[in-house]
């Protein structure tokens, strides 16, 4: 079968926890987002931004992870508010892809948004077809004022995914799909 093809009928999401070294290097960092940054944009407004999290800024963002997760939950035991600490380490790459819109632009908001869903796919079929695996994220503090505030987000910034990359400790058998005849019906007048 035509590889592309193949690939895009085997992508699997491998979970952040499954992960291990060696992550994308620079070089192939490089291409992941090149490749994730070529996706349809209406407007061409580059509705998007990525942050990096590689080496000990994951540990760094885990701090504000900690910080975070402890001022929305006082009450919670001391022992899952750690576990924040070491949450981006279960992945050698972490992408954060922020959405970006430009408020009433003549492009609808929801087109710019989607354009960011696109971005994060994008990565995700880059490092599967780089040998690499991928899991798009939201959790918790993709939501979380704190953590946009020190991610330092605009006003019109969210977070469209966290992408984890990296190798796989263990592949996941096949998830159940919907079959195109549950998904696919052809309009009638
Ligand atoms: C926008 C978005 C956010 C997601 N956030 C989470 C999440 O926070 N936690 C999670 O377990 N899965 C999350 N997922 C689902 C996984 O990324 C993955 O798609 C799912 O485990 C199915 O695996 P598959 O990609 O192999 O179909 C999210 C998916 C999308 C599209």
Redesign the pocket.
């Known amino acids: 079968m035509n590889p592309t093809l193949q690939l895009l009928l085997t992508?699997?999401?491998v979970?952040a926890i499954d992960m291990m070294e060696p992550g994308p290097n620079e070089q192939e960092l490089d291409t992941i987002v090149r490749c994730g940054i070529r996706v349809p944009d209406h407007g061409k407004l580059g509705p998007w931004r990525i942050l990096r999290f590689r080496g000990d800024q994951r540990r760094a963002f885990g701090e504000v992870l900690v910080a975070a997760w402890k001022a929305a939950h006082p009450d919670d035991p001391e022992a899952r508010a750690e576990l924040e600490r070491v949450r981006l380490e279960r992945a050698p790459v972490v992408l954060a892809v922020i959405s970006r819109i430009t408020p009433g632009h003549k492009i609808p908001e929801w087109e710019q948004q989607l354009s960011a869903?696109a971005v994060?796919q994008n990565l995700?079929l880059a490092s599967h077809a780089m040998g690499f695996h991928a899991?798009?994220?939201?959790?918790w503090f993709?939501y979380d004022r704190t953590v946009a505030k020190a991610l330092r987000l605009g006003q019109h910034e969210r977070i469209?995914?966290w992408i984890h990359i990296g190798s796989a400790s263990s592949v996941?058998s096949e998830?159940p799909?919907p079959d195109v005849s549950d998904v696919v019906q052809d309009w009638h007048p």
């Open positions: 992508r699997r999401s979970k869903g994060c995700l899991q798009w994220l939201t959790e993709s469209a995914g996941p998830r799909r």
